[in-house]
């Protein structure tokens, strides 16, 4: 199942690139949040461009699950957050090939991210997420039931960015 969003903000394609990449926007967006225990485990330059490797605990509320997916989200696991950044030819952007995956849960979110110029002001950021299982029959349950989760989580990431650039940036 694929979604596809594209955002505005009111900076430039560079700051906006600054602040996603900044460990100091995580840390305040977990503190706003009230996460506890995250951590970075990759932060850094790489051959193949900049490595965002993330870790925050994740309680699963089982009442809300139904039954048939019970079995496969654990009540507590590690939700793992990777990007890898590029630069786009000509000065045109940033990229990102980015993916998540929550403990051992039998489903896959990966996709891309590219942050543009809207302007001289603005940055356009474009995602696109698809969300697979491996899972044969159940598997298309449990990714019915996570992209619906999937866009949730990209309006709320959208509300604050946009609340740290107003705030923070």
């Known amino acids: 199942m694929k979604v596809k969003v594209d955002r505005e ?3 430039s394609v560079e700051k906006l690139y600054d602040i996603m990449t900044s ?12 996460v506890k225990g995250y951590r970075f485990e990759g932060f850094e330059e790489t051959d193949k461009g900049l490595l965002l490797r993330i870790f925050q ?3 699963i509320r089982s009442d809300k699950i139904p039954g048939f997916a ?6 507590q696991a590690d939700l793992m957050t990777e990007f890898l950044w590029t630069s786009l030819p000509g ?6 090939n980015y993916r998540f ?5 039998p489903v896959h979110v990966e996709g891309k991210m590219v942050l543009s110029r809207d302007g001289e ?4 950021q474009c995602t696109e997420v698809e969300v697979s ?3 044969p029959i159940v598997g298309k349950k449990l990714v019915s039931l996570l992209a619906d989760k999937v866009d949730d989580a990209l309006a709320g990431d959208y509300r604050q960015t946009l609340r740290y650039v107003e705030e923070c940036g």
């Open 70 to 75: 019970r079995r496969f989200l654990p009540e």
């Open 91 to 96: 000065e045109e952007g940033y990229q990102a």
């Open 57 to 59: 605990p994740v309680r």
């Open 133 to 135: 299982s491996s899972v």
């Open 101 to 105: 995956q929550l403990g051992n849960v």
């Open 23 to 34: 460990r100091a926007f995580f840390e305040q967006r977990f503190e706003w949040g009230r």
């Open 9 to 11: 903000y009111p900076v």
């Open 121 to 124: 002001a603005h940055a356009l």
